[in-house]
C-alpha cells in the first residue's frame, strides 16, 4: 500500500530550529500535494504548509516568514524547516499528501483514483 514516514520531530529551545522530513511510498503514481499539518490536544489541525506538484507553495498565516516547506518529487519527499521556534509552535506534526494510485495496465477495471492520506504524526516541542 502507501507509507508516509515523518521524522525529525523533537525538542528545542524557543528560538531554536527543527526541520522535519516525510517519505512517500508504495503505490504512488502521481503526488500532487505535500503538507504538513499540526494539532494541539482539545484543538482542531490545522494547515502549516503545503506544496504542489508545479511547486507552489501556501503557508498558514503562523508559519510565513518562519517555515519554509521543499519538496523533492523524485524522491517522494517533503521537507519544512522550522526556524524561531516559539513554545505556541509545540504540537504534533502530520505529514499529508494528495496522490493518484498506481496501477497494473493489464488490470480490468482498475484505476487511477486521487486519495488523501495521512502520516502517523511526529511530536515537536519548543521549551521556554
Known amino acids: 500500500q502507501v507509507q508516509l514516514v515523518e521524522s525529525g520531530g523533537g525538542l528545542v529551545q524557543s528560538g531554536g530550529s527543527l526541520r522535519l522530513s516525510c517519505v512517500a511510498s508504495?503505490?504512488?503514481?502521481?503526488?500532487?500535494?505535500m503538507a504538513w499539518y499540526r494539532q494541539v490536544p482539545g484543538k482542531q489541525r490545522e494547515l502549516v504548509a503545503e506544496?504542489?506538484?508545479?511547486?507552489?507553495?501556501n503557508y498558514g498565516d503562523f508559519a510565513k516568514g518562519r517555515f519554509a516547506i521543499s519538496s523533492d518529487s523524485h524522491k517522494n519527499t517533503v521537507n519544512l524547516q522550522m526556524n524561531n521556534l516559539s513554545p505556541e509552535d509545540t504540537a504534533v506534526y502530520y505529514c499529508?499528501?494528495?496522490?493518484?494510485?498506481?496501477?497494473?495496465?493489464?488490470?480490468?477495471?482498475?484505476?487511477?483514483?486521487?486519495?488523501?492520506?495521512w502520516g502517523q504524526g511526529t511530536q515537536v516541542g519548543v521549551s521556554s
Open positions: 499529508n499528501m494528495d496522490y493518484w494510485n498506481d496501477y497494473d495496465p493489464m488490470c480490468m477495471g482498475c484505476t487511477s483514483e486521487r486519495t488523501n492520506y
Open positions: 508504495g503505490n504512488i503514481r502521481r503526488i500532487d500535494v
Open positions: 506544496i504542489t506538484d508545479d511547486g507552489s507553495t
